[in-house]
């Protein structure tokens, strides 16, 4: 009982920030994303009787067994599948884990894949993103292929991702500055808790809906210009709750500023650029696919940026026949 799957990264246009419901991670709002192509997470599941222990192996370091959110998830899955076998994880991520560029993500929707076909199961596009929705909230965008909308959904059974557009529906790209490589401090869980104690959330759900709406609009209009304006206002949104939460979380770094401040100036030079971020100090610069390549130029001479990773739109999680072990 093997399997692999390959799932990608998402980068979150509206971002979720908060949750209504701890235990089945249930977001206080909805929200739209983008599946990564060369942000990817590869992961095989072995359920096997001569297991004595499950066994969770992430770029090549063994896990601790205590309080463990990947075993855990497995025993929703095991408890769907009505089996009682143990596993053996093993885990590969192709970017910096623990840096904001949802890792978490790429690895639950990976995992809920891979474990499910392991445990025989045959679950649905909608039922894998339920499911993975529950080891990391933002996994359950990662299952469907493309822009994704993750519905605002008040139970288990109606909050999930859905498709809102295949992968080849829009030349957009995004590029990821990398500007350390260090894991941040406080981790999105931790974070998520912290939401409701800025004064300002409470503001920002009375106008999500409508921000996802004309997000929405924008996506299907194809006008890059308004999309990248409210994408950018949105990541600044989203760092200004955190930073006035108590206590405040700071998760830029000097090299995030630097490359935010350069965005608008490059804007003002004729590139068209917006920048976003997650919660961590890595940014993302969206620009059009004519863009790329001087977009990435500019990038390579910034003594703050390690590494770039261009993303295209991708497919969201699937199985492969390639085996990590």
């Known amino acids: 009982m093997k399997a692999t799957a390959i799932a990608p990264s998402n980068i979150a246009f509206i971002?979720?920030?908060?949750?209504?419901?701890?235990?089945?991670?249930?977001?206080?709002?909805?929200?739209?994303?983008?599946n990564l192509s060369n942000l990817l997470t590869t992961t095989t599941v072995e359920?096997?009787?001569?297991?004595?222990?499950?066994?969770?192996?992430?770029?090549?370091?063994?896990?601790?067994s205590e309080g463990n959110r990947a075993i855990k998830h497995l025993d929703r899955i095991r408890k769907i599948a009505k089996i009682d076998l143990k596993a053996r994880v093993v885990t590969k991520n192709n970017f910096p884990t623990g840096t904001g560029l949802s890792?978490?993500?790429?690895?639950?929707?990976?995992?809920?894949?891979?474990?499910?076909?392991?445990?025989?199961?045959?679950?649905?596009?909608?039922?894998?993103?339920?499911l993975a929705r529950q080891g990391s909230g933002s996994a359950c965008r990662s299952i469907p292929d493309g822009f994704?909308?993750?519905?605002?959904?008040?139970?288990?059974?109606t909050s999930y991702g859905i498709s809102l557009h295949t992968e080849?529906?829009?030349?957009?790209?995004?590029?990821?500055?990398?500007?350390?490589?260090?894991?941040?401090?406080v981790?999105?869980?931790?974070?998520?808790?912290?939401?409701?104690?800025?004064?300002?959330?409470?503001?920002?759900?009375?106008?999500?809906?409508?921000?996802i709406k004309l997000i929405k609009k924008y996506l299907?209009?194809?006008?890059?210009?308004?999309?990248?304006?409210?994408?950018?206002?949105?990541?600044?949104?989203?760092?200004?709750?955190?930073?006035?939460?108590?206590?405040?979380?700071?998760?830029?770094?000097?090299?995030s500023l630097r490359i935010m401040h350069l965005a608008k100036?490059?804007?003002?030079?004729?590139?068209?650029?917006?920048?976003?971020?997650?919660?961590?100090?890595?940014?993302h610069l969206i620009c059009e696919k004519k863009d790329v390549e001087t977009l990435a130029g500019k990038l390579e001479e910034i003594e703050d940026v390690q590494k770039t990773i261009i993303n295209y739109c991708s497919k969201g999680a699937r199985i492969v026949l390639a085996h990590l072990f």
């Open 148 to 157: 994704v909308e993750w519905l605002d959904g008040d139970t288990n059974e």
């Open 187 to 211: 981790s999105t869980t931790e974070g998520q808790k912290l939401a409701s104690s800025s004064p300002f959330f409470k503001v920002r759900k009375e106008k999500i809906k409508a921000k």
């Open 47 to 64: 359920f096997n009787s001569s297991f004595k222990e499950d066994v969770i192996i992430i770029d090549d370091r063994k896990e601790e």
């Open 103 to 130: 890792s978490s993500a790429s690895g639950f929707a990976a995992l809920t894949v891979a474990a499910s076909a392991a445990a025989g199961l045959n679950l649905s596009k909608k039922e894998l993103s339920i």
């Open 15 to 34: 971002k979720y920030w908060g949750r209504k419901n701890e235990v089945l991670r249930l977001p206080s709002n909805g929200s739209i994303s983008m």
């Open 265 to 283: 100036k490059w804007r003002q030079e004729g590139l068209q650029v917006y920048f976003t971020v997650n919660t961590g100090q890595d940014i």
């Open 168 to 185: 080849n529906y829009w030349d957009i790209v995004d590029v990821v500055a990398v500007v350390s490589r260090n894991k941040k401090e």
């Open 220 to 255: 299907k209009e194809k006008d890059f210009t308004k999309f990248g304006e409210l994408v950018e206002a949105e990541a600044l949104e989203l760092h200004a709750i955190m930073l006035t939460s108590s206590p405040s979380l700071i998760y830029l770094l000097p090299g």
